[in-house]
Structures are given as structure tokens and as C-alpha cells.
């Protein structure tokens, strides 16, 4: 019997790789005679520089029923003020970044109003564009005037689009409404090496770029991932990285970005997978660590890709944690079904992996980089007074110069 009232079922999307593995989900629940399909879609998908993949939805034949815009367009003081930045952050608390109202169950389908959803859940923050009111709850319900505040008001730390043979080295990047560093449509030829970026929506974003190289990275508390391939990006190989604690996974393809390499990689400790492959081919993974990913140390769905002579190591008290799955189809807790099955990590073992590398103390690396600026705004100054000794004479104190002066041969 027919429910006289059909469930509604409600889909967010927030980019193409998230609706590729869902349009399947929405079209079986469309074709269910008790249940009602609603589209939100957010993120890039309604975003013009991503050519609107929400488009897209709708010519596959679904309504979107509504659009919600989290990542404003552009750097302009003017985007910047509508969304207060991309963000709010605890510098002294874990720093992982406060939840927007737009994006919680309570804004979507309890149709709560967002003052009052700020007032339910710590760590949550909402502005109020009429009012130009920014409403924040704490992570521990304490004013925030006793904490150390900061507000997300840049896209990348260092972007490129359609440039080619760049070369980012030793930079720390946090609170990067996007990433870090991004190597963007047309880019090619790039490479990151020994880089720090925590706290951004992706630590190294690849998006229709070719031919780059990320190594010696350490990567760790960003919103989506580590390392993002995404818009067939191809010829990509990372190398030598450190991935931790990254809301969806250290390392991820998809959207046709073919021909990567990931290799002397450590991932571990990701709140949901180790590396991701989605919509892909020709994947290679060989000789990295993924130790304790939550949910599953590698994810595989609708992509082809080679594995071998990698370390797995699980929690002993996460039962449900996986070594590997497919698409939540065949999954795998240890490595001996998983061989025997597919035929892959033939020389890979389960257990007994290096130990792991300490995580970075973001207290000290804030107060590093504070004192770093302090530093250079002192050198600064004396360069800008004259702030120039020169010795006269035996008895006259050593000599010291600015920068400028070093420059200018002075």
C-alpha cells in the first residue's frame, strides 16, 4: 500500500564529483512511488568559474529545487564582506574551522531560523547580510571575547590559472577559503614542494591542470582534502607528502583525472578515507603508508588503478574501519580477501608500519608566523628610517645593515 503522503528525500550538492556518485541515488529515489526527490544544490556546483555544474542537473532531467551560496565568487572586498570570509576559526581552541548555518540539517529541514541555530550548536557561526551582523557560538559556550578569532577572508594562499612551470616552495598557508595553493584551469607544469597548509577548504587544489608534482607537503585539517584532483587533470604524481586529519581524504581523484601517481606518501588519521579514487583510470599507488583513515584506507568507485608494496594498518578498536572498498559493494577489513579478490597490493602487508611522523603543533607554527611578521615589519622599518650604522673609526660600533641596504649595495 502506497503512503498517502510520500517521504521526502532531500540531496545537497556541492560539486560534480559529489553529484557523479549520487545522481545514480537520486534517480532510483525520483522513481520511487513513495518517496519525493528535492535538489539543493551549493558549493561550486552553482559557481560561474565552475561553469555552473549545476546546469548540468538540470539538463539530466532533475529540479533543483534550490540554490544555496556558501563559496561567494571572486576576491573582491565586496565578496569578502557578504560572506565575512569563508569562515571562522578558534586559534586557540582545536582551529578546525566553525560550521556555517547554511549547511546544517537545521537550516535545510527544520527550517530553523539561523540565530537560533547559532544558539543550538557550538562551533557554528551565521552573518546576517541586512543587518551586517555576525552571529558566532563558541565551541565552549565561553564569549567570544575569550577567545582568539579569525576570519577567512582569502580564496588561495597562492593561485594560478592557466600558468605554466611555477614553482611553490617552503610556504605555510591556513584558513584559505579554497586551498592553499591552486593550480587552475589550463595551469600545467607546476610543482609544490616542501609546504604547509592546514585549515583551507583543500590543502593543493588541481583543477584541469596537467603535469603537476606535489612532494614533501604536509597537509593536514582541511575541510575537503589534502591533495585534490578534480576536471581530468592528468599526469599528477604525489610524492613524499604527510596527510592528516583531513575531513574527506588525504589524497583524492576524480572527475577523469587520469594517469596520477601517489607514492611515499604518509595518511593517516583522515576523518573519512586515506585516498579516494572516483570516475578515473590509470591510478598508480605504491609504497605509501595509510594507517587508521576512519572509515576505510582506500575508496575505489567506477576507476581503474594499480596498488602495490604499500603498509595498511587499521585501529584495533574500530571494528568497522575498512582496508579497502568499492563503492560500498565489496568491502574489505583485511588484506588477504582483498588480494585473493582483486588482485592487487600483492607485496603489500597489514600491520607493523613505520612509526608516524608527529602532527604539527598549530599553536607554535601561529606563533612562529606571528613573530616572523613582527620580524619583518621591524626590518621594514629600519630600512624605511635610514636605520643604517656605518662604522668611522676603530672605537665605532660593528656595522649593521637592512635589507635595502644589502640590495642596493650600500
Not at 544555496?68 to 570570509?85: C, D, F, H, Q, R
Not at 578546525?96 to 548555518?101: E, I
Request: charged share 25%; hydrophobic share 35%; aromatic share 8%.
Amino acid at each position: 500500500m502506497a503512503r498517502a503522503t510520500p517521504r521526502k528525500i532531500c540531496v545537497v550538492l556541492v560539486d560534480r564529483a559529489n553529484y557523479g556518485r549520487l545522481k545514480p541515488v537520486m534517480h532510483a529515489i525520483a522513481a520511487h512511488q513513495e518517496l519525493e526527490l528535492q535538489v539543493l544544490a551549493a558549493g561550486t556546483m552553482v559557481l560561474e568559474r565552475f561553469h555552473q555544474p549545476v546546469q548540468v542537473v538540470r539538463e539530466d532531467g532533475f529540479q533543483v529545487d534550490g540554490e544555496v551560496y556558501i563559496e561567494l565568487e571572486g576576491s573582491t572586498p565586496v565578496t569578502m564582506a557578504k560572506s565575512v570570509g569563508f569562515g571562522v576559526v578558534e586559534m586557540d581552541g582545536n582551529q578546525f574551522r566553525y560550521r556555517r548555518v547554511n549547511t546544517t540539517k537545521e537550516y535545510h529541514v527544520d527550517k530553523m531560523d539561523p540565530i537560533d541555530i547559532v544558539a543550538k550548536l557550538p562551533s557554528s557561526f551565521h552573518y546576517d547580510e541586512t543587518t551586517k551582523m555576525l552571529y558566532i557560538h563558541t565551541s565552549d559556550d565561553r564569549p567570544p571575547t575569550s577567545h582568539e578569532i579569525e576570519l577567512e577572508r582569502r580564496d588561495n594562499g597562492i593561485g594560478m590559472m592557466g600558468k605554466h612551470y611555477v614553482t611553490v616552495i617552503g610556504f605555510t598557508f591556513r584558513h584559505q577559503g579554497d586551498s592553499g595553493i591552486s593550480f587552475f584551469i589550463g595551469s600545467s607544469d607546476g610543482v609544490a614542494i616542501n609546504n604547509t597548509v592546514w585549515g583551507s577548504r583543500q590543502g593543493i587544489r588541481v583543477y584541469g591542470a596537467s603535469n603537476i608534482l606535489a612532494y614533501g607537503n604536509t597537509l593536514f585539517r582541511n575541510e575537503n582534502c589534502g591533495i585534490y584532483f578534480a576536471k581530468q587533470s592528468t599526469n599528477s604524481s604525489v610524492v613524499h607528502n604527510i596527510m592528516y586529519e583531513n575531513l574527506l581524504a588525504g589524497v583524492r581523484w576524480s572527475s577523469r583525472s587520469t594517469e596520477g601517481l601517489a607514492t611515499d606518501n604518509i595518511v593517516f588519521d583522515n576523518l573519512d578515507r586515506g585516498i579516494l579514487i572516483e570516475d578515473t583510470e590509470h591510478i598508480a599507488l605504491s609504497a605509501n603508508e595509510l594507517v587508521n583513515n576512519k572509515n576505510s584506507q582506500i575508496l575505489v568507485r567506477d576507476s581503474g588503478y594499480s596498488s602495490d608494496v604499500n603498509c595498511f594498518q587499521m585501529d584495533p578498536g574500530e571494528p568497522d574501519q575498512l582496508l579497502a572498498e568499492y563503492w560500498y559493494v565489496d568491502r574489505y577489513r583485511t588484506l588477504r580477501p582483498y588480494q585473493e579478490e582483486k588482485q592487487l597490493d600483492l607485496y603489500s602487508h597489514e600491520g607493523n608500519c613505520p612509526p608516524l611522523p608527529a602532527k604539527v603543533d598549530v599553536h607554535k607554527l601561529n606563533a612562529e608566523a606571528i613573530a616572523y611578521a613582527e620580524r619583518a615589519r621591524q626590518i621594514l622599518n629600519a630600512a624605511l628610517e635610514g636605520g643604517t650604522q656605518k662604522a668611522n673609526g676603530p672605537g665605532s660600533p660593528a656595522s649593521t645593515r637592512s635589507w635595502l641596504d644589502w640590495l642596493l649595495g650600500r
